[in-house]
Nanobody, 122 residues
Framework: QVQLVESGGGEVQPGGSLRLSCVASGRIYRIYTMAWYRQAPGNQREFVASITSTGDTNYADSLKGRFTISRNNAKNTMYLQMNSVKPEDTAVYYC????????????????WGQGTQVTVSS
């Protein structure tokens, strides 16, 4: 069984910083792309950023320059450094690993974490 567990959420003031982590555990053969999504109350889940196993990154246009995604392949861990946060960044942040393969003959499945709450408030 594979689990994705996010951590690092909490309450932060506008202009502050926060670092989220996502650890993948369990029987894992290969993780390809990992991504962060977020969902604010009343809104659909939206893409935040993604990173491939070779370090190529992609960001939502509105977040470029403030958020930085990174990963440690050896630790099956992904990070999201959030700087200059704004109240509109308030959301539950989810970790995603699409196409994760548990064993060599696995076709891959889409895995999600349970989410971590980020609240930006003064």
């Amino acid at each position: 069984q594979v689990q994705l567990v996010e951590s690092g959420g909490g309450e932060v003031q506008p202009g502050g910083s926060l670092r989220l982590s996502c650890v993948a555990s369990g029987r894992i053969y290969r993780i390809y792309t990992m991504a962060w999504y977020r969902q604010a109350p009343g809104n659909q889940r939206e893409f935040v950023a993604s990173i491939t196993s070779t370090g190529d990154t992609n960001y939502a246009d509105s977040l470029k320059g403030r958020f930085t995604i990174s990963r440690n392949n050896a630790k099956n861990t992904m990070y999201l450094q959030m700087n200059s946060v704004k109240p509109e960044d308030t959301a539950v942040y989810y970790c995603n690993a699409p196409g994760l393969r548990r064993v060599i003959y696995d076709n891959g499945s889409d895995y999600w974490g349970q989410g971590t709450q980020v609240t930006v408030s003064s």
